[in-house]
């Protein structure tokens, strides 16, 4: 009889069989030949139960296995793009259950100032909100699933969307054509920026600005906002302990997968 204690966070049989398709065919197994093959499974669930917990790398339960086998496979998978395959492809899914073209038309940016937790690299200042530490750039489309995040220091928003639309268009997708964004974001400049930087292909830029004082469910915007409360919800983010950057945005990959993998099994 197993005595494994399963977790909230671990995948379901329907979850897994969703995701292990997509998985990259076994080329790389840390600790060289000779060692039996790695349960994969189980390392997703222990990277899943450090983003819902917020623990530490070194403080996970034992039943997921070496920490430094599990942050092996997080960078490797980094590095080689791997999270960001597996987020755009279970986005696709999503918006066709939803009956939904697999790619969006339309979207949103926002950013996000968070306060760092570490002596890493990027660190800087945001001079309107007081805070020192990253910004979480987003771009979601028009449910709030997410296409491109950047994380970086003290980036302002607008250097903030040109970096999102270009990380965004070398993916090869070319499907966006509208984006809504707040008042942060208002600049002739950039809305010729955004018309022009791919000829073929006009994006138009709306700013949809609040219309009086107090709270307001702004129109289109407030579903980037909605997608910044479904990251919160995992507690990893609250703060940014990432010493890199990169980190930051592979696990806001691997949190939408999570979230993805729910709605989808």
């Known amino acids: 009889m197993s005595t494994r204690r399963y977790y909230s ?5 329907a979850q ?7 998985l990259p065919a076994r080329k790389w197994r840390p600790g060289g030949p000779g060692r039996p093959p790695c349960d994969r499974r189980r390392v997703i669930n222990g990277i899943l139960y450090l983003l819902k917990t917020g623990c530490q790398w070194r403080m996970g339960p034992g039943e997921f296995g070496k920490w430094s086998t599990l942050y092996a496979y997080f960078t490797r998978w980094r590095r080689t793009g791997v999270w960001a395959r597996l987020r755009a492809a279970l986005r696709r899914l999503e918006r066709q259950r939803q009956g939904r073209h697999p790619e969006p038309s339309a979207g949103s940016i926002d950013s996000q100032s968070i306060r760092t937790a570490t002596q890493g690299t990027a660190v800087g200042f945001d001079g309107n909100k007081k805070i020192k530490g990253r910004k979480r750039h987003v771009l979601v489309d028009t449910l709030g699933l997410l296409l491109a995040v950047v994380t970086a220091a003290s980036a302002e928003d ?13 993916t090869g997708l070319k499907r966006l054509r509208h984006l809504w964004v707040d008042g942060g974001y208002r600049a002739e400049w950039l809305r010729q920026w955004v018309w022009g930087v791919k000829p073929t292909h006009k994006i138009t830029l709306e700013v949809v600005d609040k219309t009086g004082p107090g709270f ?6 407030w579903t980037v906002e909605r997608t910044f409360a479904w990251l919160l919800n995992y507690r990893r983010h609250s703060r940014d302990y990432e010493a ?4 930051s945005e592979a696990l806001i990959q691997v949190s939408m997968i999570h979230l993805l993998l729910k709605r989808l099994a």
């Open 9 to 13: 966070t671990d995948l379901t049989e």
């Open 16 to 22: 897994w069989a969703l995701l292990y398709p997509l």
């Open 158 to 170: 607008r250097v903030g969307l040109m970096i999102l639309i270009e990380s965004y268009w070398a």
């Open 216 to 221: 307001q469910v702004l129109p289109r915007r």
């Open 244 to 247: 890199h950057p990169e980190n």
